[in-house]
């Protein structure tokens, strides 16, 4: 089935240790996201990636990398875990075409992180 | 910045009874506005967008207009289901730089049978 998809679903790490969050989509969209997910704060966006070759800050993006490997793929990296950072994370995607209606993002079923 | 606000939760209410959740937001200029739907143990769904004033999205016996005047996009349905028990964001997305969705806290909405 088209969609989002992202893996692991679910994790969990030491202080300190670092993973990867991989996220793809086969869709043909563009633009893609990361988002975090936390009780009572709804999701606040991460990085972003408007289109292959380009990734910008979010609104939470500290201890956090990204790379958007090829329209397809958008990976985040959490170099140094912290208790802080666990939360559910989720990848998005869109089509941000100028000449196609915005029909919203299009997410992935999660990944939950728990860094112990 | 934009920014978007909902009503507070969690709310519970027994089937078939009328559902309202409210969203407001601040923007500049005209923004679109959406509301997700996120059931347990999934991503969010885009359950109905609207992109003018006076516009009314609508799904599932969802609905919810556009209101510029009260800078509003308040969801309601008039009969909810056992199954419709799930996190509700309401979110924008402005009008000037990259297209990125602004939501709001979530809602969590409980239906007893």
């Known amino acids: 089935n088209a969609g989002v998809t992202q893996t692991p679903k679910f994790q969990v790490l030491k202080t300190g240790q670092s993973m990867t969050l991989q996220c793809a989509q086969d869709?043909?969209?563009?633009?893609m996201y990361w988002y975090r997910q936390d009780p009572g704060m709804g999701l606040r966006l991460i990085y972003y990636?408007?289109?292959?070759?380009?990734?910008d800050k979010g609104e939470v993006p500290n201890g956090y990398n990204v790379s958007r490997l090829n329209k397809r793929e958008f990976s985040l990296r959490l170099e140094s875990a912290a208790p802080s950072q666990t939360s559910v994370y989720f990848c998005?995607?869109?089509?941000?075409?100028?000449?196609?209606?915005?029909?919203?993002?299009?997410f992935g079923s999660g990944t939950r992180l728990t860094v112990v | 910045g934009n920014s978007v606000t909902q009503m507070e939760g969690p709310v519970t209410l027994s089937e078939e009874a009328f559902l309202t959740i409210n969203c407001t937001y601040t923007a500049t200029g005209y923004p679109s506005l959406f509301w997700y739907v996120q059931y347990p143990g999934e991503g969010l769904q885009l359950l109905l967008k609207a992109t003018k004033a006076d516009d009314k999205g609508s799904n599932k016996g969802f609905e919810a207009t556009y209101r510029k005047e009260t800078t509003s996009f308040h969801l309601e349905k008039g009969s909810v289901q056992v199954s419709d028990s799930a996190v509700y964001f309401c979110a924008l997305r402005g009008i000037q730089g990259a297209q990125k969705l602004v939501f709001g806290q979530g809602t969590r909405l409980t239906i007893n049978p």
């Open positions: 869709m043909n969209h563009n633009s």
């Open positions: 998005a995607s869109s089509d941000t075409n100028a000449r196609v209606s915005f029909y919203g993002y299009t």
């Open positions: 990636s408007a289109s292959e070759g380009t990734t």
